[in-house]
């Protein structure tokens, strides 16, 4: 599996199968990159979701891209650090469904955006960690690309820290 840390939008990757929406409970558009990744698909994604709403902490679903260039959107829930019960166990089980559910439908390449880093308040450090720690436990689960998509240097450079050189890309 190659690995990627990229300073780059998450909604403007066409080279990757899906691409993992940071939900809210009512899957709907919101701030960051729930909002990216609404504006982007258009409405018919949020009508889509309804029906899975209220999505509970550490869940996944998987929904079409509409009119993002990927086919499809994984969306998951993180908790909010300082205010919910056991954050960190709830972003390892969001990135533990998101792979899984990659894996169920044959996706080879996925965009992940920081989850947790903006509106949930997780520290960076913390957010670099977990993530790398789910890609490191599926290494050996058929996908082909990993792309983390971050929105400056500062957050590339906390995941860097966090992974191997020898395994991670920075561009």
Known sequence: MKVEV????????PDLEAI???ANAKLQLGSGVAGAIHTAAGSELEEF??????LAFGHAIISPGFKLPNRWVIHTRAANYLLDDDAEGVLRKCLAAV????KEKGIKSLGLPAIGAG????PLDLVAE???QAINEHQNSGFELVRIC???S????????VFDASQIAST
């Not at 990229?6 to 990757?13: L, Y």
């Not at 979701?49 to 209220?54: I, V």
């Open 20 to 22: 993992v929406n940071s």
């Open 49 to 54: 979701c309804k029906p899975y709403a209220p």
């Open 119 to 122: 509106v949930f308040k997780f």
């Open 150 to 152: 971050v929105v400056d």
């Open 99 to 102: 792979f899984d559910l990659a």
């Open 154 to 161: 500062a957050t590339q450079g906390k995941f860097l820290e």
């Open 6 to 13: 990229k300073v780059t939008n998450i909604v403007n990757q």
């Open 130 to 132: 977990i993530t790398a």
